[in-house]
């Protein structure tokens, strides 16, 4: 199944959660703290337990490089665990001049076979390029996120009287000939989000932000639902891979997803 056939199916179910899989040694159950597979074995478990019900898995490329090799073995065999039919994001943040951006998307999808990736938007569209022609990948450039620090760079106003976050979303529409690009919007930014929603449409929107950082599963998908618009993921990592530390970590992560998922079925039946 194609990358994006794989997104678009899973939110056409009414599936918008995202699981981070930002597996920290220091934070998993401690009986597997000190085994050699402790975050593969970890992350095979949430897998098995969330698979039906999520929309996608996003990986954190930070917390596996920090391992060094052992780090890296782990992303590989995890990303050999994932099912076919369930779309992974590569969060990697990349953005770099031409060629170099030309070895990191080959990175990304021919060698660990993501299906999308996050990208910044600060070197321009050069930068970008060789990712979007990946036209089957999906393509998250960083616009308002969620971060305290948003405030340094992207609520920055221009002189066309914008600020510099919706330049960026104003630009990802642009350079989506290919209908393969999103945003990553910040889920603690709901009075933007609003204000955006319209300027979204055409766009898939990644927000990270609810569950540890506060923002609000309710606003989200209200404000996506009243605009008739289903091209959302919410990002949810510590509030579901980490709501158990004991040997049922991954039923209870399986239970706090299906909780996740009747909230948003009550708002759009509402």
């Not at 999906?138 to 620090?149: E, W």
Request: charged fraction near 25%; hydrophobic fraction near 35%; glycine fraction near 6%.
């Amino acid at each position: 199944m194609k990358s994006v056939e794989k997104l678009t199916k899973r939110l056409e179910e009414g599936k918008h959660i995202c699981i981070g899989l930002d597996s920290d040694r220091n934070k998993i159950p401690e009986y597997l703290r000190n085994d050699e597979d402790g975050i593969l074995k970890f992350n095979r478990n949430i897998i098995e337990s969330t698979k039906e019900d999520v929309c996608a898995y996003k990986i954190n490329l930070a917390f596996y490089e920090k391992e060094g090799k052992k780090g890296i073995d782990a992303l590989e065999r995890t990303m050999d665990l994932m099912p076919e039919d369930v779309f992974v994001i590569g969060d990697a943040k990349r953005g770099d001049i031409g060629n170099t951006s030309e070895m990191y998307a080959y990175s990304i999808f021919e060698h660990f076979l993501f299906d999308s990736v996050t990208l910044h938007p600060y070197m321009g569209y050069d930068s970008l390029l060789p990712f979007f022609e990946y036209e089957d990948k999906i393509n998250f450039i960083l616009a308002l996120t969620s971060n305290a620090g948003s405030l340094d760079f992207e609520k920055l106003k221009l002189d066309s009287g914008k600020y510099l976050y919706q330049e960026v979303i104003n630009k990802a529409v642009q350079w989506n000939t290919k209908n393969n690009l999103g945003v990553v919007f910040g889920a603690t930014n709901p009075i933007e989000l609003k204000e955006e929603i319209d300027a979204l449409k055409s766009l898939f929107v990644l927000l990270p932000g609810v569950g540890a950082q506060g923002g609000s599963l309710e606003d989200v998908a209200s404000t996506f639902y009243s605009a008739g618009n289903k091209k959302f993921l919410v990002n949810v990592s510590r509030a579901i891979i980490y709501s158990d530390s004991t040997e049922n970590f991954a039923s209870s992560a399986s239970e706090n997803l299906k909780n996740y998922n009747q909230k948003i079925k009550i708002i759009v039946n509402a």
